[in-house]
T-cell receptor, first 114, second 112 residues
Framework: AQSVTQLDSQVPVFEEAPVELRCNYS??????LFWYVQYPNQGLQLLLK??????LVESINGFEAEFNKSQTSFHLRKPSVHISDTAEYFC????????????FGGGTRLMVKP | DVKVTQSSRYLVKRTGEKVFLECVQD?????MFWYRQDPGLGLRLIYF???????EKGDIPEGYSVSREKKERFSLILESASTNQTSMYLC???????????FGSGTRLTVV
């Protein structure tokens, strides 16, 4: 079984400041890793994912995440946030051996202040 | 793009009512899922289905049932709604073996 821990439930940050949203997981097998974003009153949208290859993955809106196998982490970063990045962010994992059941973390609410 | 459509964005129902939440996807996905989302608890899996007429319990199935008579439609049923089922309900789908889900916009259900 897998589990996901998002260490911060809320992250307040000023506009144009850098941000890191932390995600740690545990698993007895190799995993795929995902970050989803949920804007207010909407469903979840896939932000980025790691399946294989380069451990650094990027999204189209400037976020990036790095898979660190030794630390079992997949932290999400952005060097300069915008007001429009205000949302809830969910980290998720699935085993890469069979099936595709996702296990989600508890979510981190990013609050960008002007 | 794959589209997952949940029939209602907001619903208000009375305690004891039978409630149907509908979810339809348009890309021939085999897998469909129902989650509920509550503050501080994240997403919790209620039921999922890997094929037509097939269903599996998730982590919190009590008080819910599901129906999948057609591949594109996955319904969540609250047999007798209670106030503790007030929540945001999210439907998702994916291809068999795919990596990641596509979510609907959610239904915010209030039981009074």
């Amino acid at each position: 079984a897998q589990s996901v821990t998002q260490l911060d439930s809320q992250v307040p940050v000023f506009e144009e400041a850098p941000v890191e949203l932390r995600c740690n997981y545990s698993s007895s097998v190799s995993v795929y890793l995902f970050w989803y974003v949920q804007y207010p009153n909407q469903g979840l949208q896939l932000l980025l994912k790691y399946l294989s290859g380069s451990t650094l993955v990027e999204s189209i809106n400037g976020f990036e995440a790095e898979f660190n196998k030794s630390q079992t982490s997949f932290h999400l970063r952005k060097p300069s946030v915008h007001i429009s990045d205000t949302a809830e962010y969910f980290c998720a994992v699935s085993p890469n051996n069979a099936g595709n059941m996702l296990t989600f973390g508890g979510g981190t609410r990013l609050m960008v202040k002007p | 793009d794959v589209k997952v459509t949940q029939s209602s964005r907001y619903l208000v129902k009375r305690t004891g009512e039978k409630v149907f939440l509908e979810c339809v996807q348009d890309m021939d996905h085999e897998n469909m899922f129902w989650y509920r989302q509550d503050p501080g608890l994240g997403l919790r899996l209620i039921y999922f289905s890997y094929d037509v007429k097939m269903k599996e319990k998730g982590d919190i199935p009590e008080g819910y049932s599901v129906s999948r008579e057609k591949k594109e439609r996955f319904s969540l049923i609250l047999e007798s709604a209670s106030t503790n089922q007030t929540s945001m309900y999210l439907c998702a789908s994916s291809l068999k073996g795919a990596r990641g889900y596509t979510f609907g916009s959610g239904t915010r259900l209030t039981v009074v």
